[in-house]
């Protein structure tokens, strides 16, 4: 098993950053995958971000070149770093961990930007 902890949300003025935090409960080394997605109320989750435990990343159009999903193996963490926010990226962000077959997902953070 693994718990999944994120942080670092809050509120952003549009063109600014937001780092995100997902703290994991036990090494990421092994774990096939760990990736964010996000949602707002009335929709469906969607994806944001990927990293594989070889390093291969993937993003939804809608961040691609501003969004950069990285891990701290060492301290069992996989960042998020978001860039040039703008409002259509305010929503609940997820982390999620794919291991032996199984998904894991934290509690969410809020991630909101406005002027």
């Known amino acids: 098993q693994v718990q999944l902890v994120e942080s670092g949300g809050g509120l952003a003025q549009p063109g600014e950053s937001l780092r995100l935090s997902c703290a994991a409960s036990r090494s990421i080394v092994s774990i096939n995958s760990m990736g964010w997605h996000r949602q707002v109320p009335g929709k469906p989750r969607e994806f944001v971000a990927l990293l594989t435990h070889d390093g291969w990343t993937n993003y939804a159009d809608s961040v691609k070149g501003r969004f950069t999903i990285s891990r701290d193996n060492a301290k069992n963490t996989v960042l998020l770093q978001m860039n040039s926010l703008a409002p259509e990226d305010t929503a609940i962000y997820y982390c999620?961990?794919?291991?032996?077959?199984?998904?894991?997902w934290g509690q969410g953070t809020q991630v909101t930007v406005s002027s």
């Open positions: 999620k961990a794919d291991s032996q077959g199984r998904l894991y």
